[in-house]
């Protein structure tokens, strides 16, 4: 009796056992990855084709041009009628290199005639007196007029434009003059500093030595224009100079017969050009209104030469050829039947 009891028992312990073992197994097999999963697990991801959106928008192909100063140079020559001999002695110099040359400022003197200097715009060609008329009466009288000497400037050389001449004479010790004598006066840009003294006081000089240099911070800035053709003599570029956004106007244009650059030159309104740093935005291309751009990634080399993107919808791109124009700021202008505004299409290394 106890012999089949103990039987029985063992039995039981042999089913739970076992049953326990099936439902191990069972969790092994239900926790174990098929060979279809693992290999699923094992394969590269699929990832997403990076894409972009076409956007519709104007371009323009903009440049930043940098320009370097050229400053105005002018020299002040000796008075030809210094002195009643053919030598002719430097008896005095009254500037040093930096000093700013104003309407009515000594120069210095040769022989004794002295050397006075007049903010002009045109240079001077002719002795004048009272009666003379003229471009370059208003110029003298323009320069009486900055130095607070005269009222105003009517090209008319009067009794009030000699009074002016002379007090400035007389400012500076040396007596009254009766008209406005070349040789006496110095025509120098408004804005010039002594860049130079030539000569010392003793020298023996000659009716072509120059005295002292002048450099006027009113100058031209070179711009190099690289490949770019379309600026014409009269533009207004933008331009940036020290980083404040300015006007620059276009005065002149010249070309290298070797290399075929062009160079222009701008003037940009400024007093202390000379120790700013400049550049100009020369825009080139400029698509007409608004057009569908796309990344310039997204663009891909059709087989038959042409270009094309490639659209995509679901997950999938569908070649579709298109025409470039404009190319600005890394957008690219495209035209073509099958894609709009707000599609998305593949970029360059994703399908």
Request: hydrophobic fraction near 45%.
């Amino acid at each position: 009796m106890s012999s089949a009891k103990s039987s029985r028992r063992l039995i039981r312990l042999v089913g739970v056992a076992t049953a326990g073992c099936l439902v191990g197994i069972g969790g092994t097999v239900l926790c174990t990855l098929s060979p279809q999963q693992a290999a699923q697990e094992r394969a590269v991801p699929v990832l997403p084709i990076p894409t972009a959106v076409v956007v519709r928008q104007e371009l323009a192909d903009k440049t930043e041009v940098q320009c370097s100063f050229s400053s105005t140079v002018v020299e002040a020559l000796a008075p030809v009628s210094a002195g009643k001999f053919r030598s002719r002695v430097v008896t005095a110099l009254k500037v040093a290199a930096g000093d700013a040359l104003n309407s009515g400022t000594v120069v210095g003197s040769v022989s004794g005639r002295p050397l006075i200097a007049f903010t002009t715009t045109l240079p001077f060609y002719r002795d004048l007196k009272v009666g003379d008329r003229g471009a370059d009466v208003k110029a003298l009288e323009s320069g009486l007029v900055a130095a607070k000497r005269l009222a105003k400037a009517d090209s008319v050389f009067g009794a009030d434009t000699l009074g002016a001449l002379r007090g400035i004479y007389r400012s500076a010790g040396l007596g009254s003059p009766e008209k406005f004598v070349l040789d006496a006066a110095w025509g120098v840009p408004k804005g010039s500093r002594v860049a130079q003294v030539l000569v010392s006081v003793g020298d023996v000089v000659g009716k072509d030595t120059a005295l002292v240099s002048a450099a006027s911070g009113a100058g031209d800035w070179a711009c190099e224009l690289f490949g770019v053709s379309q600026v014409n003599v009269g533009d207004v570029l933008e331009a940036k100079v020290d980083g404040e956004s300015m006007k620059a106007n276009v005065v002149g244009l010249s070309a290298d017969g070797e290399t075929g650059v062009v160079t222009a030159k701008v003037s940009l309104p400024t007093a202390e050009a000379g120790e700013n740093e400049a550049a100009v935005i020369v825009v080139g291309e400029v698509s007409d209104g608004p057009v569908l751009t796309v990344p310039a990634g997204a663009v891909f080399s059709a087989p038959d030469g042409g270009f094309e993107v490639r659209v995509v919808v679901a997950d999938q791109s569908t070649s579709v050829k298109v025409t470039v124009g404009v190319a600005a700021g890394g957008w690219v202008e495209i035209t073509g039947d099958q894609v709009s505004e707000g599609d998305s299409v593949a970029l360059r290394g994703g399908g």
